[in-house]
């Protein structure tokens, strides 16, 4: 599986970004796909993940309210609708996916895509 991850880039505090992620390969192997966060000098930390099959989600509690996850299983693409941003927020995102479960820590995840930046300005 190949995770393609795009929609990064600079907005004012309060403004909304859409991150997409694309998936490539053996789709139907995987089980949950997550969004995670890396902020210079922090652990990278699960934003939100969406399970494949049924589309049942969990938000990190700082987003909650924020963000959506959402898939489209005929475009094979998993997207982060962050809105009401907040400098906080700023970070390297990643999309990543588990072939097994429903996890929550970046170590469980098989698959990684590539970060984008996400810069929110006060």
């Known amino acids: 599986v190949q995770l393609q991850a795009f929609g990064g880039g600079l907005v004012q505090a309060g403004g909304s970004l859409r991150l997409s992620c694309a998936a490539s390969?053996?789709?139907?192997?995987?089980?949950?796909v997550g969004w995670f966060r890396q902020a210079p000098g922090k652990e990278r930390e699960l934003v939100a993940r969406?399970?494949?099959?049924?589309?049942?989600?969990y938000y990190t509690d700082s987003v909650k309210g924020r963000f959506a996850i959402s898939r489209d299983n005929a475009k094979n693409t998993v997207d982060l609708q962050m809105n009401s941003l907040k400098p906080e927020d700023t970070a390297v995102y990643y999309c990543?996916?588990?072939?097994?479960?429903?996890?929550?820590?970046?170590?469980?995840?098989?698959?990684w895509g590539q970060g984008t930046q996400v810069t929110v300005s006060s």
């Open positions: 390969g053996r789709i139907s192997s995987l089980y949950t």
């Open positions: 969406i399970r494949w099959s049924t589309g049942s989600t």
């Open positions: 990543a996916a588990s072939k097994s479960g429903y996890y929550a820590y970046a170590s469980q995840y098989d698959y």
